[in-house]
């Protein structure tokens, strides 16, 4: 079901410790990795800092685009739990200078409610 979720679009999350060897040379002073999403090839990073969207490129995987946002860019977002015929939950962000959000669907395996908690903890500080 992993593999089938995630050719439909949706994330699971992943260790995030086992992001470290990756990450740590992108983070700032001070910067943690709180929660992580995978997405087949793509990643949604939560950090205590911001919010860091990996897209990884090209057929053998080795070009990245890292976009960071930083929470205080977001100016609103919404959660979208899953239901009894609709199998994914979703996230969307609005980011200040952009009229479109950024749309992240999740398995129903993962706890939006409580990624929604994450996010608000960072934006409503």
């Known amino acids: 079901m992993g ?16 992001l470290g060897e990756e990450f740590n040379p992108l983070l700032c002073d001070g910067e943690q990795i709180e929660v992580a999403y995978s997405l087949i ?25 890292y976009s960071s946002f930083p929470y205080r860019s977001i100016v609103r977002f919404s959660v979208e739990t899953s239901g009894t015929f609709d ?21 129903r395996k993962v706890d939006v409610k409580s990624l929604q908690r994450t996010l608000a903890g960072h934006v409503l500080m």
């Open 87 to 107: 199998l994914d939950g979703e996230l969307k962000i609005w980011v200040s200078g952009n009229v479109n959000p950024f749309v992240f669907e999740f398995s």
């Open 41 to 65: 090839r793509d990643k949604l990073i939560f950090t205590n800092k911001r919010l860091i969207a990996v897209d990884v490129q090209g057929v053998t995987g080795h070009k990245r685009c």
């Open 3 to 18: 593999l089938l979720n995630g050719l439909l679009g949706n994330a699971s999350e992943i260790n995030a410790q086992a």
